[in-house]
């Protein structure tokens, strides 16, 4: 009986520690970029957007935590949140839907995250619905673009400026563990 106490213990302090070891090999990277939706009296019909080119500096955000691109195993959006910088008066209320694509040289444009039926609450702040897929080959490239396909349902009078805050989340090996 004792036997099968100890060797539970063991495996369970074991089992704690593989799995605080491997929370180690884990971290966040985060980008912005800005996009500007330009004033229209169209409804109800989708436009493309596409960002500019977002700098990844994958390889430093690897060697700062201790790894790099041969040993990163897993990368996913975790967070996807839209800030309206401008105008001042602006909320989201003229959105009903939104998809953003996420696309680099030599790789397919992938669905990372959206929303549907936006609420009309006067928010300046939007967190979309991210979409579990693997993003590793994006993030280890140098750069990669962000295409925002959005539907209005309000007019909208002047240029919004939004800024599109991304978080990933790197499953790495650290220094080969």
Same mark, same amino acid.
């Given at each position: 009986?004792?036997?099968?106490t100890?060797?539970?213990?063991v495996?369970?302090?074991?089992f704690?520690?593989? =799995?605080?070891? $491997?929370?180690?090999t884990?971290?966040?990277?985060?980008?912005t970029?800005?996009?500007?939706? /330009?004033?229209?009296?169209?409804? =109800?019909? +989708?436009?493309?957007? @596409?960002?500019?080119?977002?700098?990844?500096?994958?390889? /430093?955000?690897?060697?700062?935590?201790? &790894?790099?691109? =041969?040993?990163?195993?897993? @990368?996913?959006l975790?967070?996807?949140?839209?800030?309206?910088?401008? +105008?001042?008066?602006?909320?989201?209320?003229f959105?009903?839907?939104?998809?953003?694509?996420i696309?680099? =040289?030599?790789?397919?444009?992938?669905?990372?995250?959206s929303?549907?039926?936006?609420?009309?609450d006067?928010?300046r702040? !939007?967190?979309?619905? @991210?979409?579990? &897929?693997e993003?590793?080959? #994006?993030? /280890?490239?140098?750069? #990669? &673009?962000?295409?925002?396909?959005?539907?209005?349902? /309000?007019?909208i009078?002047?240029?919004?400026?939004?800024?599109?805050?991304?978080?990933f989340?790197? $499953?790495?090996?650290?220094?080969? !563990?």
């Open positions: 009986m004792i036997k099968k100890i060797a539970i213990t495996l369970l302090i074991t704690i520690a593989c =799995d605080k070891l $491997d929370e180690l884990k971290f966040n990277i985060d980008y970029t800005n996009i500007t939706i /330009q004033s229209t009296s169209i409804l =109800d019909a +989708p436009f493309d957007i @596409v960002t500019p080119e977002t700098t990844t500096n994958s390889q /430093q955000e690897f060697e700062n935590n201790n &790894t790099n691109a =041969d040993l990163v195993e897993s @990368v996913k975790t967070k996807l949140t839209l800030n309206l910088q401008t +105008p001042e008066s602006g909320d989201f209320d959105l009903n839907d939104i998809a953003i694509y696309n680099a =040289d030599g790789l397919e444009e992938r669905l990372i995250a929303s549907t039926s936006i609420p009309e006067g928010s702040t !939007l967190d979309l619905d @991210v979409v579990d &897929t993003l590793k080959e #994006y993030i /280890q490239g140098e750069t #990669y &673009t962000l295409r925002t396909e959005t539907t209005t349902d /309000q007019t009078e002047s240029d919004h400026e939004i800024e599109i805050y991304t978080r989340r790197v $499953d790495a090996k650290i220094l080969g !563990l």
